[in-house]
């Protein structure tokens, strides 16, 4: 991620696949990682990806979006974890997302659009409110829908 952040101009945008972990990290370099593409306003997305997507392992991953001109004022967040149809790859069993699934993503990311349950866009204040996590469950609204 040093390598990333460091090789981008000053307009430079870029991405990364990090562990799911990363985004709450709570100490050690991942925290202060965390803390500076939050204070500095690099990051200014996320999507948390349904696992099996990119490798044969099961390691549940988001990819993290950065802009080094530092001009963004919200952060969106999305969680595409439920998505995708599953398939296999000989032994392994992998994940893909769909067309309509993909267009949804942009779609949300592009537009910062928030959609319960899926996508959000929250400040930097708000994400360092949150103890720095990038973890977008801890952003949606919990909705209690009462059947008697």
């Excluded at 990038?134 to 209690?144: E, H, M, N, R, S």
Aim: no cysteine.
């Amino acid at each position: 991620m040093q390598h990333v952040l460091n090789s981008l101009n000053k307009k430079g945008k870029g991405a990364i696949v990090v562990p799911i972990g990363f985004l709450t990290a709570k100490s050690g370099v991942a925290k202060n990682v965390l803390t500076h593409i939050v204070d500095e306003h690099i990051v200014y997305g996320v999507i948390s990806m349904p696992s099996n997507v990119f490798a044969n392992t099961g390691t549940n991953v988001s990819v993290l979006f950065f802009d080094n001109s530092r001009k963004a004022e919200k952060v969106v967040l999305i969680d595409a974890s439920k998505m995708g149809e599953e398939y296999k790859d000989g032994n392994n069993q992998k994940r893909r997302l769909r067309d309509f699934e993909i267009e949804q993503i942009v779609s949300a990311f592009q537009n910062k659009e928030a959609v319960d349950d899926f996508s959000v866009a929250v400040t930097y204040d708000e994400i360092k409110a949150k103890k720095y996590s990038l973890a977008v469950g801890q952003y949606f609204d919990v909705k209690i829908d009462w059947h008697f």
